[in-house]
């Protein structure tokens, strides 16, 4: 029994190490080259007993970049790297560079189009997250707005799950959800929440014209705070057993109609 129990949890720590991330930068060194190119990073992981060396240089440098650092077991850090041979560090890069939003703007501009966005509040599925990105390419959208923490970030797993949208619809990730809302009232766009407990059926809705659609996640949907920053809430009639639709699915659904209204 115990020689079968050692045999399943080295076979599982195989599979587990053939499944290593290419997201991943392992050792100090490279680390500290990605910082120091100014590379996105989504987050970096430190062994807890990890010290000396160049390791004080590499957190000054994610704290300066605001980067998220988390402490890990060195148990972890060699499981998720495949490898014991990774100097107590790795970092996590996204597939493709996040987009300014700043810069998005400008480019939409310039093609005349009332600009389109989704604003994902606390999405953490990737799979949900490559789901928006495929059907926001569909749809012509100009851009998907994630937070920095709480929320999924780009992967290879949201890249496969988007069909190669990625490459298509920018991904412009920020530190504060509801103050880029306020910057978006501030130029011009109508922010329209989904919730459960919307005033208007979201067909009923007038979604026409510079717009913000946010979306939040499966089992919270969006935040108290970020809701009471909306200028208004829709929500899509249920009549199933079901409460609730799977947070793609109910942008899917809210997407095409912003596209219907704006062809019509």
Known sequence: MVKSRTAKKVAETFTQTQEVSPDIVIGRNAVREVLKSGRPINKMLVAENAHGGSLQEILSMARKARVIVHTVSQNKLDLLSGTGHNQGVIAYTPPVD???????????????????????????????????????????????????RRSCPLS??????????????????????????????????????????????????????????????????????VRQSCDFLVKIPMRGKINSLNASNAAAILMYEVLKQRTK
């Open 156 to 225: 290879t797993t949201v890249a496969k799950t988007s069909a190669g949208a990625i490459e298509y619809v920018p991904v412009i990730r920020v530190n504060n959800i509801t103050q880029t809302i306020t910057a978006m009232k501030n130029k011009g766009f109508w922010v329209a929440g989904a919730d459960s407990e919307g005033e208007t059926l979201f067909y009923d809705a007038d979604l026409k014209g510079p717009l913000l659609l946010v979306v939040g996640s499966e089992g919270k949907g969006i935040s108290q705070l």
């Open 98 to 148: 996040y987009a300014d939003l700043d810069d998005v703007l400008a480019d939409v501009a310039k093609k005349a189009e009332d600009p389109f966005f989704i604003l994902l509040d606390e999405l953490e599925d990737p799979h949900n997250l490559g789901a928006v990105l495929r059907t926001a390419d569909a749809v012509g959208a100009h851009g998907v707005i994630i937070s920095k």
